[in-house]
């Protein structure tokens, strides 16, 4: 079955840029949507953004000045980058598969297979 | 932006009772695109229900989701051990994807 893995630093310098990539095995990362969530400690969850394989993508209006994902079809792989991070952005990042399924006349979106999460801490 | 307002904040109940959590969102949201998952502590969110009432594969159906509009309904008909976790409503029915705040059920 589709198994994602996060991969990239667990610790991140203030002001500089978070960088992640999830891993899609298992299966194609072609069409489907791909989505980032994170997790502060102790807190809920975040939507991020998300993108299509084409490469079309969402943000969270809150992170949109700062956030970039990108897709590599290629190597069945989609990635994260956060710019000038600060003790605000340490958390548990996770990557999801989001299914956007049209049944009877409408779509159904939800995020059905996630990754294990990675812990990013952003301190100097 | 649409917001998600889950209550309680904490639920305490025992194995074998019933749990009911609600979540209402601050402007209409499609059925379709409401969705519930549990996360256990250490763990991924999972997913739970989508479409607001249909489960997942693989989901017991002591699990079942029902609302529209504004007023979402997340129900454990006999909790289980496994089931003390925290649960999370996730609407995609606008440009920004919103998650609410978690309900917690705890073993009373």
């Known amino acids: 079955q589709v198994q994602l893995q996060e991969s990239g630093p667990g610790l991140v310098k203030p002001s500089e840029t978070l960088s992640l990539t999830c891993t899609v095995s298992g299966g194609s990362i072609s069409s489907y949507y791909w989505s980032w969530i994170r997790q502060p400690p102790g807190k809920g969850l975040e939507w991020i953004g998300y993108?299509?394989?084409?490469?079309?993508?969402n943000y969270n209006p809150s992170l949109k000045s700062r956030v970039t994902i990108s897709v590599d079809t290629s190597k069945n792989q989609f990635s994260l980058k956060l710019s000038s991070v600060t003790a605000a952005d340490t958390a548990v990042y996770y990557c999801?598969?989001?299914?956007?399924?049209?049944?009877?006349?409408?779509?159904?979106?939800?995020?059905?297979?996630w990754g294990k999460g990675t812990t990013v801490t952003v301190s100097s | 932006e649409i917001v998600l307002t889950q209550s309680p904040g904490t639920l305490s109940l025992s194995p074998g009772e019933r749990a009911t959590l609600s979540c209402r969102a601050s402007q209409s949201v499609s059925s379709s695109y409401l969705a519930w998952y549990q996360q256990k502590p250490g763990q991924a969110p999972r997913l739970l229900i989508y479409g607001a009432s249909s489960r997942a594969t693989g989901i017991p159906d002591r699990f079942s989701g029902s609302g529209s509009g504004t007023d979402f309904t997340l129900t454990i008909s006999r909790l289980e051990p496994e089931d003390f976790a925290v649960y999370y409503c996730?609407?995609?029915?606008?440009?920004?994807?919103?998650f609410g705040q978690g309900t917690k059920v705890e073993i009373k």
């Open positions: 999801a598969r989001v299914r956007g399924d049209y049944v009877s006349g409408y779509y159904y979106y939800y995020m059905d297979v």
């Open positions: 993108i299509y394989y084409s490469g079309s993508t």
């Open positions: 996730q609407q995609y029915g606008s440009s920004s994807w919103t």
